[in-house]
């Protein structure tokens, strides 16, 4: 077995190499984009020496997987209900024993959108002109943004985690969304999100992943989202930023807690409320 296992390592390395050598067969540039999804998509963006482009717009994913080669600046998970393609197409809770328990949803209702509190479209919702900033979210309804209750019932396992799993394609604008950075906006209601997970998913048709299907690949750990800055509620800036390496997708999980670390006038550590985040595809510098 061990012999082999060998060859297998050793033929997709030969080919890599001798695609990164090809450097006058543009051809070339493109097998040796796609070997890079094996690994982390670094491969894509050191191929420039060969001088056939395979990174044009230099956010880590190759030309030929990447959904805005010319590069975007778009908030790749604007909601429905402001413009965007993205909407919640699932949300629940689970326990500290990653049993599933739906008590904890706050309010589950998939249809209402960002001018009402707390229920989950509500965190893809960004209103104009702040749609697509990275800096400041924009919002009609100040407490509009998922939300859970945070405390476990006596007898409950904690950590309390919210899920919200999110089509970023639910119309025919996109087949799937390229992004390499999170922007999470904090919540001024009666509660935060202190802890924020993603994950990605293969699935590229129609039907959305369950919040519990094998195939997700969660793609940061459970990140620190910081206090934020509060302007007027209807205005938050101040967003935590999360670097989670090239990634394309069209469904995107989200896990959320708090932990009462931001706990305080506004924040009773009874909820997780989820007020927003947004993907970018960030350009490294020239
Ligand atoms: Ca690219
Ligand atoms: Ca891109």
Redesign the pocket.
């Known amino acids: 077995m061990k012999n082999w296992y060998w060859i297998f390592m050793v033929l997709p390395l030969a080919l890599a190499v001798q695609g990164c050598t090809d450097s006058d067969d543009t051809n070339g540039g493109g097998s040796g984009g796609s070997a890079g999804t094996g690994g982390s998509a670094g491969a894509g963006g050191s191929g420039g020496t060969g001088g056939s482009v395979m990174d044009a ?1 230099r ?1 880590g ?1 190759p030309d030929d997987e ?7 600046t778009n908030n790749k998970l604007n909601g429905t209900n402001s413009g965007g393609a993205a909407t919640v197409v699932q949300t629940t809770a689970t326990l500290g024993t990653g049993e599933e328990d739906v008590d904890y949803i706050y309010e589950s209702d998939l249809t209402l959108g960002c001018d009402d509190s707390w229920y989950p479209q509500g965190t893809l919702c960004d209103e104009p002109d702040t749609t697509d900033s990275p800096t400041t979210s924009t919002k009609t309804e100040p407490d509009s943004g998922a939300t859970w209750y945070a405390a476990p019932d006596p007898g409950d396992e904690g950590p309390i985690t919210g899920f919200l799993v999110v089509d970023a394609c639910s119309d025919a604008s996109c087949e799937a969304v ?1 992004f390499n950075e999170a922007r999470v906006f904090q919540m001024f209601s009666d509660g935060k999100t202190t802890h924020l997970r993603i994950s990605i998913h293969a699935e590229r048709g129609d039907t959305a992943p369950a919040w519990d299907d094998a195939g997700w690949t969660t793609v940061t750990d459970f990140e620190t989202i910081g206090a934020g800055t509060n302007i007027d509620f209807f205005v938050v800036e101040g967003p935590a930023v999360i670097s989670t390496g090239p990634r394309v997708t069209r469904y995107v999980r989200l896990e959320a807690r708090n932990d009462g670390s931001l706990a305080g006038d506004d924040d009773d550590q009874s909820y997780t409320e989820f007020r927003s985040v947004k993907l970018f ?1 960030v ?1 490294a510098p020239e």
């Open positions: 717009d956010d994913i990447d959904p805005t080669p010319n590069g975007s390229d595809s350009s």
